[in-house]
């Protein structure tokens, strides 16, 4: 298998991550990969909030939400998923499956050790991350979920989501600087390109490509059972605290589909609803790390 390392110089003075590396070798099923991720904050923490990306982002995404839960004294675990960030690269894009990505959380997670965890996601890190704690109900205990969704396979595509595969299946090497930019327009040349900075050319691009084309589009596909499996957990198991906020200016998976999610979820809060912030929430975390502090803390 042909796989990609992007240079460690690629990484240098990136403007609001000046985070240790850490990187999870030869996970159990991934043998000769290496994962990387962060992991900030007090290692006895009483909390470990397990933070996960989607598509084209990195643990980058996290920077602004980091340093107030590492001040309020809790523990914060970012990796990049195989494809991403300071991960390792497979260039086949066969190798990126729904079943594969989820596979590698769970032995990261198993591996880590990780628990009374704050499962906090967005895009394919919910996708993914919702999926998870149904088969080890006993590491999680807090769900801070932002615009995302889960892939069940029996609910039609919006036609955002439908424009946006199109899109992606357009422009295989994509201009992810340029995405952030139009996405977050708040943001300075310097953090859209810190973005790009995980992939050098369009080879190192098959694990971001892929993913528009993994969300299960039907009831047979990688993914949709496990994700109706998890849906019914969350309707019906779920007793952990809810903290779910929406970037209302995200043309994809916004307020309506957020708003569907919530009534999947048990005891779910009315959501917190930011105004100016797209689909990239995190790029307005400071505020939803603040707010979902509170919440949990019954303030």
Not at 149 to 158: I, S, Y
Not at 220 to 245: K, V, Y
Request: charged residues 25%; glycine residues 8%; contains cysteine.
């Amino acid at each position: 298998m042909n796989v990609l390392r992007t240079p460690d110089e690629r990484f240098l003075d990136l403007p609001g991550y000046a985070y240790a590396p850490n990187y999870a070798q030869d996970l159990p099923g991934f043998a000769g990969l290496r994962l990387h991720y962060l992991d900030e904050g007090r290692r006895d923490a009483a909390h470990t909030w397990l933070c996960l990306h989607g598509q084209p982002t990195w643990s980058y995404l996290y920077r602004k939400m980091i340093p107030v839960l590492v001040a309020a004294g809790e523990r914060v675990v970012a990796p990049d998923l195989f494809g991403f960030g300071k991960s390792d690269k497979p260039a086949d894009e066969g190798f990126y499956t729904f079943g594969r990505h989820r596979d590698a959380l769970v032995a990261f997670i198993e591996r880590m050790d990780l628990d009374n965890i704050t499962l906090v996601c967005q895009d394919w890190g919910g996708l993914l991350g919702l999926t998870l704690p149904m088969d080890m109900p006993q590491r999680f205990s807090r769900l801070l979920v932002m615009n995302t969704a889960l892939g069940t396979g029996d609910v039609p595509m919006t036609a955002g989501f439908i424009a946006w595969r199109d899109w992606n299946n357009k422009n295989p090497d994509m201009d992810v600087a340029k995405l952030m930019a139009r996405s977050c327009p708040h943001l300075s040349a310097a953090e859209c390109q810190a973005y790009a900075a995980p992939y050098p050319d369009a080879s190192y691009k098959s694990g971001v490509r892929r993913f528009p084309n993994l969300v299960p589009d039907r009831p047979e596909a990688d993914g949709a059972e496990i994700s109706r499996r998890a849906r019914s957990w969350w309707q019906n198991q779920w007793n952990g605290q809810t903290f779910m906020a929406i970037g209302m200016k995200d043309p994809v998976l916004g307020a309506p589909v957020m708003r569907a999610l919530r009534k999947l979820i048990r005891g779910c809060p009315a959501p917190y609803e930011h105004a100016e912030a797209g689909h990239f929430v995190q790029e307005w975390g400071e505020d939803i790390a603040r707010r979902a502090l509170r919440a949990f803390a019954g303030r």
